[in-house]
């Protein structure tokens, strides 16, 4: 972020943030590894509460910078979202794609106790509200229109370039893991479309909640923590 203005901060800082944490985890897990207590081995349970508490604190803080317009366009944005979940299922219930159990397990600590109404909580929060804010801020907040006119805050949201649309539906399917990348790939495009319709950072937002949060109710039903 050296060079940017404050309003250029703003918009990247939160994802800065979440990605450093996300370093983090790998850090602690790969020294942590051959150890057998969770917090080197399993740094996730402990790295992803913190991440979500720092970036829900830097997200408050940061409010007045953004801007996310009055709210239109909610039954698009909800149809989009579901639309997104649909591609991110698909290739189980096309192709019969093995499960994927290997993740955050809020039961890791027990399934009748406090820690797993805090794991379960913060886990929902993070995924419902903390990563459609972080991510819809900075790729379609920011880098769709960064794209089109480095003075981005003149650049009407929403506004539509080839440009912009390719390289923001790919930078946002390689923040994912590689099994993700299809998938990503669709959505990010998605959700271009979704800025593009409804000219609406708010609309982005919902639109990415309503996947994460469809997503979730998959995940807790099937047991398939790898989907976190």
Known sequence: MIGADPHEKAYLAPLCVFLLFLLLAELVRSL??????????????????????????????????????????????????????????????????????????????????????????LRLLRMVVIVPLVEEIFWRGFLLRYLVNEDFSKVPFGTFTWRSFSITSVAFCLEHQLADWPAALITGALFNIVAWRTRNLAACVLTHAVTNLALAIYILQTRQWGFW
């Not at 944005?77 to 192709?95: C, D, K, N, S």
């Open 32 to 121: 942590g590894d051959g150890y057998a207590h969770w917090v080197l081995a399993e740094p996730r349970y402990w790295v992803f509460p913190l991440q979500t508490a720092v970036c829900a604190v830097l997200l408050w803080r940061l409010r007045s910078r953004y801007t996310f317009g009055p709210f239109r366009g909610f039954g698009f944005a909800t149809f989009i979202g579901l639309l997104a979940l649909a591609v991110w299922v698909a290739p189980q219930w096309l192709f019969g794609a093995a499960p994927r159990t290997d993740g955050f397990n809020p039961e890791h600590f027990g399934s009748s106790n406090p820690a797993y109404f805090w794991n379960l909580s």
